[in-house]
DNA sequence: CAAAAAACTTTCCGCGCGGAAAGTTTTGAG
DNA sequence: CTCAAAACTTTCCGCGCGGAAAGTTTTTTG
């Protein structure tokens, strides 16, 4: 371990009796020479304990091997969580992950990406804000840089979508509720940022109306991200209201489920089902906290880990393609029905 | 907007009309050139836009204007929050954020940091895992790059610490649940990872003390991050064992008094204060979705933004002061009793 | 074992910028 | 208006690595 001063790949050539160029070659890509040579270097390796220079290599290199993560919000537990499996798996691969959050802000969403194009990426994974995003600017940064846009679309934009399939989300919770119980009211915000959301009701109202119901909208006023206190907030309102024809209420999201929760609380409503209980309530996204809601949260969940999987595996593809594919490429992910107390 | 081929800063300068080596000290730092100049640069620069190669910048530079941000567990939103503020505060300082998670986990935390080394940053505020850290590589590291430990401490590395005052904590905590009922008996995971927890326990055995009464400590078993489900669990069996022997419970944090509030409720206890009420419960650190509790939940509040500013504000006297300060700093922040309807 | 292919070495240049040195122009105080 | 200080320009070199070209060695194939 004399890591004296082996400062450049010049120097670590030296002490190792291996070439610069083919160095170079195997800090690109260790499989790239020979098992014998590979050897050589990785002995030596341990011996001196040299790193390449990121800005050197990222200077010159093609690709740099960076991929960008980026989410509308990261203090969600769903986009941490998703942002941590991706992360993992781009180390798995061989790539350095630059992480950056939106803030649930457009200007911050520019910025983010601005940040990322100076970096050059390999590729980004964007998931965007929606109605909030500046369509115009995202779309020619999915021009210049190979983009794959996940959990939330945006039509026409970036190579390949990669989310959940909202029809199948909603199908389910839907048909079981009404199947158990009275017909479900749908309770959402009345002008969500989410793209998910817009598609959660439109297919609410076709599974109602399919079924020969009536479809039945609550809408709460609120904007920004304390999703939980809108729900909680417009519960109370709601409820005092009578606004709620039927005994069940179907949230567009967990969270905002997590806070109407609460309001009944407040009120003094039991929530669960069979008799004793004043209504059911479920949510769409399986929140990781809806299993520890009062009551736990009957939702609809995601399969996290595989929407990660398809995504990463999506941008490796759009990578080796050179950035294109021929078509738009979209990967929907049908939903889990998750039973819990609530409903 | 004829942005055609300036692709280099001598390209820029050709159209600008200004030297190379003036434009470079105006990226670096537009203050350091004349305002006329200033003027001049910015006027030809929303006319070309011309954006500075961020790798040939900072193989040459010493300080590179990025600032590392490692937090254990990202998926926390009391560390989203944190990251967020904290990232915003760096962006308006003019450097770059890095954000990187240790997912909980001893090696990706030195994978985090390794990374961040690579990347030559000016600075990091680092969040240690706690017990399951590298101890001395994290020293190491912090001989290395000039580093603020925030939030949970690590005694005697780093050249400065920010974080809260966990005596003030549970000084407010136990004091105001014995003045107004029972005293607290304290809930929490056997072996916490993180510092903060030991310090509380302490905290809670010295205070009851040293007001004449017994202190009651029960443990749960259960290790990593889901908190919340070790709080439900470690509560169900608590509660049906008995194990308190007042009707107040103060939880090591608010995490774990929510899943033991969804354990309370599985088994039909009301929570809260005064008549028709079981049991009383509160927490610490004022967790976002303790709002959202039900019952909505007592706790003991960080003052997060001044925590996030005072820990970037040292990053950037450790920088100025190039990277040493002459003894290390410690910056504590009381905490603010949050009353709602658990306690 | 010979010939072809693969892997490696040597040499050279370029990437886009930082920064030093020396000379020139601009600024502002008296 | 004068002159020194401040700000700028010109010129040059270096950072650490990528990558091409041409030559040499090693491995593979029949």
Chains 1, 2 share one sequence.
């Not at 160029?21 to 001196?48: C, G, H, M, N, W």
């Not at 995601?302 to 490796?316: C, G, I, M, R, T």
Request: hydrophobic fraction near 35%.
């Amino acid at each position: 371990m004399d890591d004296k001063k082996i400062r450049t790949m010049e120097d670590f050539a030296e002490v190792s009796g291996i070439s610069r160029p083919t160095l170079s070659k195997y800090f690109q890509d260790p499989e790239s020479v020979r098992q014998s040579t590979r050897d050589r270097i990785e002995t030596a390796l341990d011996s001196y304990d040299y790193r390449p220079n990121i800005f050197a290599m990222n200077q010159n290199r093609k690709l740099t091997r960076t991929i960008g993560i980026v989410v509308p919000y990261l203090t969600d537990p769903v986009f941490g969580e998703i942002a941590r499996t991706i992360e993992q798996q781009c180390l798995i691969a061989g790539f350095r992950a630059a992480l950056f959050s939106s803030h649930g802000d457009r200007e911050s969403e520019i910025e983010a990406l601005e940040s990322l194009r100076s970096l050059r990426p390999s590729g980004v994974l964007l998931s965007p804000l929606g109605r909030f995003s500046d369509r115009d600017y995202i779309a020619s940064f999915c021009e210049s840089v190979p983009t794959v846009i996940f959990d939330r679309d945006m039509e026409g934009v970036g190579e390949a979508f990669v989310g959940s399939d909202n029809r199948s989300f909603v199908n389910q919770s839907v048909e079981y509720l009404t199947r158990t119980g009275e017909p479900p009211c749908f309770f959402e915000m009345k002008n969500p940022s989410n793209p998910n959301s817009i598609a959660r009701r439109e297919n609410y109202k076709k599974t109602m109306e399919s079924l020969g119901l009536e479809p039945v909208i609550v809408q709460v006023d609120g904007s920004g991200w304390e999703f939980e206190r809108i729900g909680y907030e417009g519960g109370l309102k709601a409820l005092d209201e009578r606004a709620f024809p039927t005994n069940t209420v179907l949230c567009s999201n967990d969270r905002l489920a997590i806070g109407f929760l609460a309001a009944c609380y407040e009120r003094g409503l039991r929530v669960g089902r069979g008799s004793g209980h004043a209504l059911r309530v479920a949510g769409h996204d399986d929140h990781p906290q809806s299993r520890f809601s009062c009551p736990s949260l009957t939702t609809v969940a995601h399969e996290y880990d595989k929407l990660s999987e398809a995504a990463v595996q999506q941008l490796f593809d759009l990578i080796e393609s050179g950035g294109r594919f021929g078509e738009r490429r979209v990967t929907l992910f049908p939903a889990r029905l998750t039973l819990r107390s609530s409903a």
